[in-house]
């Protein structure tokens, strides 16, 4: 926060100029000093007040009542301040002070010990203080040179200006400028035309200023801010007067559109003058026009010729309430603009020191106002007598008039009724729809019912009417009879149009329930007929006389049931039938097919032909299989013999196998040693078989089936047990624990397939301690654990993926921290590894296999080359490992 002492002890501060010198504070206690502001901040601001017609002469007196101060801030603002009040009492100017000050704040200036009673008494030490601190914010702080702003910006623009000119050296608002050529070489700099640079002497400062002062004030619209001789006779002039007075340059020159702006200035005032002309003539003709009307429309008022019946008056009302709602308010406006263009007409030309207007003779505003008198006591006049009249026939044409509302509501009502209830929308719905334009009709019946009554008075109206001979009675009874003829067309349609929605909806419901009916009998049916052409079309294999037998024993029995399902046909088919015969005879549109089913009749006609067609086919297949069968069994007697032996041999290598692989006895290299010595005496009973072969090529299959799977057996548990070694060796799993995984395994196999259902595997897991209770986190936990032993899901689990899973299991932990404690050596203080770094640290094989797994993966911070702890771990390890 900045503060500046301003006369004395009183202080304001401000955020726009840097702290003063030292020096400043007692300038501000110089008579010379305060003699220049006063003439230079007078100057300044009647450059703003004559915008608007005024002046000061003393700075003291003329801004004690706020009146001036508020218009100033106005004028250099371009902004509306409060109202001044307009009291002559020293509260009043007190008031006006303090809404001018309160806006100088408002603008971001602070004010310290500056009041409104002061500037009310006269205080001219803290009334320059206060001018001061309105051209800091208004003149000089916005002023911007290359980032610099206020004092600063405005030296360095005065500075850059005057840099080509000899002899002028400006560093400061006060002694540089004595000389005047700091001021002359502005005007040149920009004007060049209005000043001889070149003849001005620097030791002719009186020469100098005078020349300036004297050019800026008649060419630059720049009023004379000081004296020549009061700055030549002082040893430093003042910074303030300086500043105010360079500032009204900077503002003149800013921008260099002096001409654009003079033109403008001139096209303005052009443009106000046209506007005032365009007034005065807009007020002469609006005058005229406005004094016709009225001349006019007295005659009209002031006519009291009578009518005879209700629709004369009425229209009379009518045009009167047309005059006052429609010729009547522009002219009430016209008026009004008048009085308003004449006032602003009148403001206009006094801002712009012209004459006041005088309309033409006759065409005063009071000229106008006194005609428009006239009008309205003519106007009064006439709209009694209206209402006089009106009150005479209303008592009659109001019954008419109830009549008419009557009358109109009823056929707004009808309209349109007779074409709803003549439609055939009917004839084409659907049963559910039939439905709805039932209730729909049966709402509307309730609405018919609901406007008897108003037919009723319409009709007693118009009998009213008729008793009391009113004059328009033909027009009434003829409306009259209209709604009475079409009350009764209506209720005739009505009854109509209910009878034919009753009977539409019975036949869709007779309909409805046959297609329902159908759709429950086709059906079945349908997949009796696609269930026997599966049967008859099914390829059988069979081995036996007996399979073969019994195949044509449920054959027989399927033929037998054809004549019923013939008449099942028929009776489906008849209903059908009995459908088409209701459309044909009543001529019932069908909108669709049936809603229960897409089973048409086509379609059962075209499977049941299907069927009798595969009855015979399926005849021919089994006498077929029949024959061949017999002559099998023969070949069957002589393998048989020879069969019962090999037979039985690979039945208990089978078992034997699958027992070694399931129980426990000795170590891994045990069990394979074992199998191997199996596999090896397997390999050797292999001339048997090819012997049998040899002599039944035609029945060997289940011989060579039982062979085969025998040998792939013994290698599969072969190859289980291999696996379990590497995985053991791998990591690190004793035989204890090995054997403890495969007796839990086990226990839960309980059908000795050598897998474990999902089930099973949740519940070894729980034997073996895992944390997977019936919640949805345990069923999580669960989920995550299957995706690993059973990745395709399979939906079993076998052996080497439930060891492979408990032994990363068991050595996860150790892993990781043998993997962070690696990271943390070789990354030291950073939170990731280089690949120089593993160079470094690690053996050049190792460090290069590692660095070319590092390359797949982004490092931190976008470094090239770099990994952190989940990256290094990932490209050491693998992400299945941590």
Same mark, same amino acid.
């Given at each position: 926060?900045?503060?500046?002492?301003?006369?004395?002890?009183?202080?304001?501060?401000?955020?726009?100029?840097?702290?003063?010198?030292?020096?400043?504070?007692?300038?501000?206690?110089?008579?010379?000093?305060?003699?220049?502001?006063?003439?230079?901040?007078?100057?300044?601001?009647?450059?703003?007040?004559?915008?608007?017609?005024?002046?000061?002469?003393?700075?003291?007196?003329?801004?004690?009542?706020?009146?001036?101060?508020?218009?100033?801030?106005?004028?250099?603002?371009?902004?509306?301040?409060?109202?001044?009040?307009?009291?002559?009492?020293?509260?009043?100017?007190?008031?006006?002070?303090?809404?001018?000050?309160?806006?100088?704040?408002?603008?971001?200036?602070?004010?310290?010990?500056?009041?409104?009673?002061?500037?009310?008494?006269?205080?001219?030490?803290?009334?320059?203080?206060?001018?001061?601190?309105?051209?800091?914010?208004?003149?000089?702080?916005?002023?911007?040179?290359?980032?610099?702003?206020?004092?600063?910006?405005?030296?360095?623009?005065?500075?850059?200006?005057?840099?080509?000119?000899?002899?002028?050296?400006?560093?400061?608002?006060?002694?540089?400028?004595?000389?005047?050529?700091?001021?002359?070489?502005?005007?040149?700099?920009?004007?060049?035309?209005?000043?001889?640079?070149?003849?001005?002497?620097?030791?002719?400062?009186?020469?100098?200023?005078?020349?300036?002062?004297?050019?800026?004030?008649?060419?630059?619209?720049?009023?004379?801010?000081?004296?020549?001789?009061?700055?030549?006779?002082?040893?430093?002039?003042?910074?303030?007067?300086?500043?105010?007075?360079?500032?009204?340059?900077?503002?003149?020159?800013?921008?260099?559109?002096?001409?654009?702006?003079?033109?403008?200035?001139?096209?303005?005032?052009?443009?106000?003058?046209?506007?005032?002309?365009?007034?005065?003539?807009?007020?002469?003709?609006?005058?005229?026009?406005?004094?016709?009307?009225?001349?006019?429309?007295?005659?009209?008022?002031?006519?009291?010729?009578?009518?005879?019946?209700?629709?004369?008056?009425?229209?009379?009302?009518?045009?009167?309430?047309?005059?006052?709602?429609?010729?009547?308010?522009?002219?009430?406006?016209?008026?009004?603009?008048?009085?308003?263009?004449?006032?602003?007409?009148?403001?206009?030309?006094?801002?712009?020191?012209?004459?006041?207007?005088?309309?033409?003779?006759?065409?005063?505003?009071?000229?106008?106002?006194?005609?428009?008198?006239?009008?309205?006591?003519?106007?009064?006049?006439?709209?009694?007598?209206?209402?006089?009249?009106?009150?005479? @026939? &209303?008592?009659? #044409?109001? /019954?008419?008039?109830? %009549?008419?509302?009557? $009358? !109109?509501?009823?056929?707004? =009502?009808? +309209? *349109?009724?007779?074409?709803?209830?003549?439609?055939?929308?009917?004839?084409?719905?659907?049963?559910?729809?039939?439905?709805?334009?039932?209730?729909?009709?049966?709402?509307?019946?309730?609405?018919?019912?609901?406007?008897?009554?108003?037919?009723?008075?319409?009709?007693?109206?118009?009998?009213?009417?008729?008793?009391?001979?009113?004059?328009?009675?033909?027009?009434?009874?003829?409306?009259?009879?209209?709604?009475?003829?079409?009350?009764?067309?209506?209720?005739?349609?009505?009854?109509?149009?209910?009878?034919?929605?009753?009977?539409?909806?019975?036949? @869709? &419901?007779?309909? #409805?329930? /046959?297609?329902?009916? %159908?759709?429950?009998? $086709? !059906?079945?049916?349908?997949? =009796?007929? +696609? *269930?026997?052409?599966?049967?008859?079309?099914?390829?059988?294999?069979?081995?036996?006389?007996?399979?073969?037998?019994?195949?044509?024993?449920?054959?027989?029995?399927?033929?037998?049931?054809?004549?019923?399902?013939?008449?099942?046909?028929?009776?489906?088919?008849?209903?059908?039938?009995?459908?088409?015969?209701?459309?044909?005879?009543?001529?019932?549109?069908?909108?669709?097919?049936?809603?229960?089913?897409?089973?048409?009749?086509?379609?059962?006609?075209?499977?049941?032909?299907?069927?009798?067609?595969?009855?015979?086919?399926?005849?021919?297949?089994?006498? &077929?299989?029949?024959?061949?069968?017999?002559?099998?069994?023969?070949?069957?007697?002589?393998?048989?013999?020879?069969?019962?032996?090999?037979?039985?041999?690979?039945?208990?290598?089978?078992?034997?196998?699958?027992?070694?692989?399931?129980?426990?006895?000795?170590?891994?290299?045990?069990?394979?040693?074992?199998?191997?010595?199996?596999?090896?005496?397997?390999?050797?009973?292999?001339?048997?078989?090819?012997?049998?072969?040899?002599?039944?090529?035609?029945?060997?299959?289940?011989?060579?089936?039982?062979?085969?799977?025998?040998?792939?057996?013994?290698?599969?548990?072969?190859?289980?047990?291999?696996?379990?070694?590497?995985?053991?060796?791998?990591?690190?799993?004793?035989?204890?624990?090995?054997?403890?995984?495969?007796?839990?395994?086990?226990?839960?196999?309980?059908?000795?397939?050598?897998?474990?259902?999902?089930?099973?595997?949740?519940?070894?897991?729980?034997?073996?301690?895992?944390?997977?209770?019936?919640?949805?986190?345990?069923?999580?936990?669960?989920?995550?654990?299957?995706?690993?032993?059973?990745?395709?899901?399979?939906?079993?689990?076998?052996?080497?993926?439930?060891?492979?899973?408990?032994?990363?299991?068991?050595?996860?932990?150790?892993?990781?921290?043998?993997?962070?404690?690696?990271?943390?050596?070789?990354?030291?203080?950073?939170?990731?590894?280089?690949?120089?770094?593993?160079?470094?640290?690690?053996?050049?094989?190792?460090?290069?296999?590692?660095?070319?797994?590092?390359?797949?993966?982004?490092?931190?911070?976008?470094?090239?080359?770099?990994?952190?702890?989940?990256?290094?771990?990932?490209?050491?390890?693998?992400?299945?490992?941590?």
């Amino acid at each position: 926060m900045e503060c500046h002492r301003i006369h004395g002890n009183h202080v304001y501060e401000n955020n726009y100029m840097p702290q003063e010198d030292d020096w400043d504070r007692d300038m501000l206690l110089d008579p010379a000093w305060e003699k220049q502001q006063r003439k230079t901040f007078t100057a300044w601001c009647n450059s703003h007040l004559r915008k608007a017609g005024t002046q000061i002469e003393n700075i003291e007196e003329d801004f004690r009542d706020g009146l001036k101060l508020m218009l100033l801030l106005e004028v250099i603002s371009g902004e509306r301040l409060a109202k001044p009040e307009r009291g002559k009492m020293r509260v009043h100017k007190i008031s006006n002070v303090n809404k001018a000050l309160h806006y100088i704040t408002s603008k971001g200036v602070k004010l310290v010990s500056i009041g409104a009673e002061e500037i009310v008494d006269g205080n001219a030490k803290m009334t320059l203080g206060m001018i001061w601190t309105i051209i800091l914010r208004f003149a000089i702080q916005d002023i911007s040179v290359e980032e610099t702003s206020a004092k600063e910006g405005l030296l360095l623009w005065c500075q850059r200006k005057t840099a080509p000119y000899k002899n002028v050296n400006i560093q400061n608002f006060h002694i540089s400028w004595k000389d005047g050529l700091g001021f002359c070489a502005l005007i040149h700099r920009h004007r060049p035309e209005l000043i001889d640079y070149g003849k001005l002497r620097k030791d002719d400062p009186m020469t100098n200023l005078n020349t300036a002062f004297d050019v800026a004030e008649k060419y630059l619209d720049i009023p004379k801010m000081l004296d020549a001789e009061d700055i030549v006779g002082t040893a430093r002039p003042d910074e303030k007067a300086i500043m105010t007075y360079v500032s009204s340059f900077y503002h003149a020159f800013s921008g260099a559109q002096k001409a654009e702006t003079a033109a403008n200035r001139i096209c303005k005032v052009l443009a106000v003058n046209q506007e005032n002309e365009q007034l005065m003539e807009d007020y002469e003709k609006l005058a005229s026009d406005l004094l016709e009307w009225i001349r006019r429309t007295i005659p009209w008022l002031e006519n009291r010729a009578p009518e005879n019946t209700m629709q004369a008056m009425q229209q009379k009302l009518e045009d009167f309430r047309d005059y006052r709602r429609q010729h009547k308010p522009p002219k009430v406006q016209e008026k009004c603009q008048l009085e308003i263009n004449f006032n602003t007409l009148q403001t206009k030309l006094r801002l712009s020191n012209r004459p006041a207007f005088m309309p033409s003779e006759g065409k005063m505003v009071s000229d106008v106002s006194n005609a428009w008198g006239g009008l309205e006591g003519a106007e009064k006049g006439y709209e009694e007598w209206l209402l006089n009249e009106i009150r005479r @026939l &209303e008592r009659l #044409d109001h /019954l008419a008039e109830k %009549f008419r509302q009557k $009358a !109109a509501i009823h056929e707004t =009502w009808t +309209e *349109g009724k007779e074409v709803m209830l003549q439609a055939r929308d009917f004839e084409t719905a659907s049963l559910s729809e039939i439905k709805a334009l039932l209730k729909k009709h049966e709402a509307f019946e309730s609405d018919l019912a609901a406007h008897q009554d108003r037919v009723e008075q319409i009709a007693a109206i118009a009998q009213e009417l008729n008793e009391l001979d009113y004059y328009d009675s033909p027009s009434v009874n003829a409306r009259c009879q209209n709604i009475c003829d079409q009350w009764d067309a209506l209720g005739a349609l009505t009854q109509k149009r209910s009878e034919a929605l009753q009977r539409t909806e019975k036949l @869709l &419901e007779t309909i #409805d329930q /046959l297609y329902l009916e %159908f759709a429950k009998r $086709a !059906a079945p049916f349908n997949n =009796w007929m +696609e *269930g026997a052409m599966e049967d008859l079309q099914d390829t059988f294999i069979v081995h036996t006389i007996e399979e073969i037998q019994g195949l044509s024993t449920a054959h027989e029995q399927f033929k037998a049931t054809l004549p019923d399902a013939d008449k099942e046909r028929g009776a489906i088919l008849g209903i059908h039938n009995e459908i088409a015969k209701i459309v044909a005879t009543y001529h019932v549109n069908m909108a669709g097919t049936n809603p229960y089913t897409t089973i048409n009749p086509q379609d059962i006609n075209a499977k049941w032909d299907k069927v009798r067609q595969l009855v015979p086919q399926r005849d021919q297949a089994l006498i &077929e299989e029949h024959a061949r069968q017999q002559n099998n069994e023969r070949l069957r007697r002589q393998f048989a013999n020879q069969a019962n032996v090999i037979g039985p041999w690979i039945q208990t290598k089978m078992e034997e196998i699958g027992r070694i692989s399931i129980e426990m006895h000795g170590t891994l290299e045990d069990q394979l040693t074992h199998l191997r010595q199996y596999e090896k005496n397997i390999v050797n009973y292999k001339p048997k078989i090819d012997q049998l072969e040899e002599t039944h090529q035609l029945i060997q299959e289940h011989i060579r089936v039982g062979w085969e799977q025998l040998l792939t057996t013994i290698a599969r548990t072969i190859n289980e047990i291999e696996n379990q070694i590497l995985t053991r060796d791998a990591k690190g799993i004793s035989q204890d624990q090995m054997n403890e995984f495969r007796a839990s395994f086990n226990h839960f196999d309980r059908d000795h397939s050598g897998t474990l259902g999902a089930e099973e595997f949740k519940a070894c897991l729980i034997s073996l301690g895992f944390d997977i209770a019936n919640d949805a986190q345990g069923e999580a936990e669960f989920s995550r654990i299957m995706s690993i032993v059973d990745p395709n899901r399979v939906g079993v689990v076998t052996f080497q993926a439930f060891i492979d899973f408990m032994s990363r299991e068991t050595a996860d932990t150790d892993t990781a921290d043998q993997v962070m404690a690696s990271f943390k050596v070789l990354a030291g203080d950073k939170n990731y590894i280089l690949a120089d770094e593993l160079r470094r640290e690690l053996p050049p094989d190792q460090a290069e296999y590692c660095i070319a797994r590092m390359a797949p993966y982004a490092g931190p911070d976008a470094i090239p080359g770099a990994l952190d702890y989940m990256s290094f771990s990932t490209a050491l390890y693998g992400e299945s490992d941590l």
